[in-house]
């Protein structure tokens, strides 16, 4: 007897639910895998770490030890002399942060050690490891963003945003930055708005990536209407943590105070038209190719809209000179302590 068909379902429809349960039990046996590979890694890390801090090793003898594990372990892998150093540095790495060593659990052994191999400071290793875990960050996508000295741009340059916003939305100071690098886009050095605004359409996978996992789109040149007038808005997303809508103007010239003007009417039209009643007010980013820092602060000081003023940049940015800001910050900080 022949099984009644759905009416119009395909056979791929009517399985999708079970092809779901399957696929999520593999991610769940992958992940499960990954923490007990990790936890092993810590251990034998641990173990290491031990010995020779009593002198009861010597670098020889980890040598002798991944050379018997070669042998009585023909089929075990990632065992090397300089794995088990790897496992011994990891270990010591992260053993006396309490916070942080839970979270390397829940990454891959690659993604760790990017991490630990890159940072040059404990608030690095910290910074790149709850972003990884937070944003999900492919292998490739972390090595991009330790190019991007991503670390060093937070710290040094933190995301420029009007006084309301740093009010009403401050966990948004988290969210959102001063610069966002958009060198995957490939644009010559004099691209109009329409190539900016076509690029990220095409690349916007990419784009969503450098916002960060929360951001959703919702639509390109969103079209408002106010007073019998069309307008439209370059690019409109939604943010799942803050729960609102956010507004993004391109601008492929220097900041200008103006701007902020017509980002502010758009914000006004997002609010009144558009916000469900459970959203919280929109947020508006305008993302210029360059900005004065002074010019920004003044623009948004009097402003009443949540808005940040955000720069992009297509090409990563000199990765040595922020690490030389970067030192000034901290030996800046360090002085300002001392005098108090």
Known sequence: MTAPSVPGSTTEDRFNEVLALIQSAKQQAMQAVNTQLIELYWQVGAYI?????????????VSQLAEHLAQTQPGLRGFTRSNL??????????????????????LSWSHNLIIFSQSKRPEEREFYVRLAVQEKWSKRELERQFKAALFERSVTQPAKASAVLRHTHPEALNVFRDAYMLEFLDLPSDHGETDLHKGLLARLKDFLIELGRDFCFVGSE?????????????????????????????KVGRFEPEYLGKLNFYLEALDRDE???????AIGVLLCA????????YALNRSLSPALIAEYQVQLPDKQLLQAKLHEFYALNVAQGEEY
């Open 49 to 61: 770490s031990r010995k020779l801090e009593k002198a009861e090793w010597g670098d020889s003898v």
């Open 85 to 106: 150093f790897r496992m011994r540095q990891f270990y010591e790495a992260y053993h006396a942060e309490e916070k942080v060593a839970p979270l390397v659990r829940q």
């Open 222 to 250: 969103r079209p408002l209407q106010v007073g019998g007038r069309d307008f439209a808005l370059d690019l409109l997303f939604f943010h799942r943590g803050l729960n609102c809508l956010v507004a993004i103007e391109l």
């Open 275 to 281: 916000r469900k009643p459970h959203e919280n007010p």
């Open 290 to 297: 360059s900005k004065d820092d002074e010019v920004v602060e």
